[in-house]
């Protein structure tokens, strides 16, 4: 199972990417790469999304790629087939959990309250992604959390920008935070990768 601590580390600005088209994934996945993003979430919410994360993982091997929005034992599967490096859901359930170990996916279970918290840390899973990150707290539920669960770390999700990302990225119980900016829908229907790779850049320069 890969390390998911040392990736998210590694990585610290991670895309949330809606690929509509298949033919659109490597050229987005390379813009990306071209502007210092190497690790991509690749969401499960089009019918394109698993011939997405399979095209980028054959053709750009500078990219790190993980699933997003898995739900289902399925979506695990398909994670382990490809042989990602990690996988993020908006939750974790019993089930999720139990696949996740038996498939030996290196799972990032969504969590929102301090319980939610417990559960992923009592199926030996220290590492969450805190989601919706913006409208369940953010920043002060994140501080709120160091305390109590002194080895928690987080990839907050949901309503986070570029100018809030190093705000996140400051807490030490933060080690990367995910969002869409990079990628707007627009640019991506228009080929546009050379603004891609320029907002890629700027928020890179921009974190440090």
């Known amino acids: 199972m890969h390390d998911t601590k040392h990736l998210l580390a590694a990585a610290r600005l991670i895309p949330v990417l809606t690929i509509e088209r298949a033919e659109d994934a490597v050229p987005l996945a390379q813009a990306l790469v071209a502007g210092g993003v190497k690790t991509l979430e690749i969401t ?4 394109a999304a698993a011939k997405a994360a399979a095209l980028i993982r054959a053709n750009v091997p500078e990219a790190i790629v993980g699933l997003g929005t898995v739900c289902s034992e399925e979506d695990l599967r398909l994670a382990a087939d490809l042989d990602l490096p990690f996988a993020f859901s908006p939750g974790g359930t019993p089930k999720l959990y139990e696949a996740a170990a038996r498939l030996g996916v290196a799972f990032i279970p969504g969590v929102a309250t301090a319980s939610e918290l417990m ?3 009592e199926n030996g899973i220290d590492c969450c992604k805190l989601f919706p990150a913006e409208s369940v707290g953010g920043i002060n539920l994140l501080k709120s959390l160091a305390g109590p669960f002194l080895t928690a770390k987080f990839c907050p999700t949901g309503g986070i ?5 190093p705000l996140y990225l400051a807490l030490p119980n933060v080690l990367a935070v995910g969002g869409s900016w990079l990628t707007p829908a627009a640019d991506i ?3 546009n990768w050379a603004a891609i790779t320029e907002r890629a850049k700027a928020s890179m320069t921009k974190l440090g």
Do not use: D, I, N
């Open 44 to 47: 499960l919410r089009t019918p």
């Open 119 to 121: 559960v992923a840390l």
């Open 161 to 165: 920008t570029e100018a809030s990302a």
């Open 189 to 191: 229907r228009a080929g």
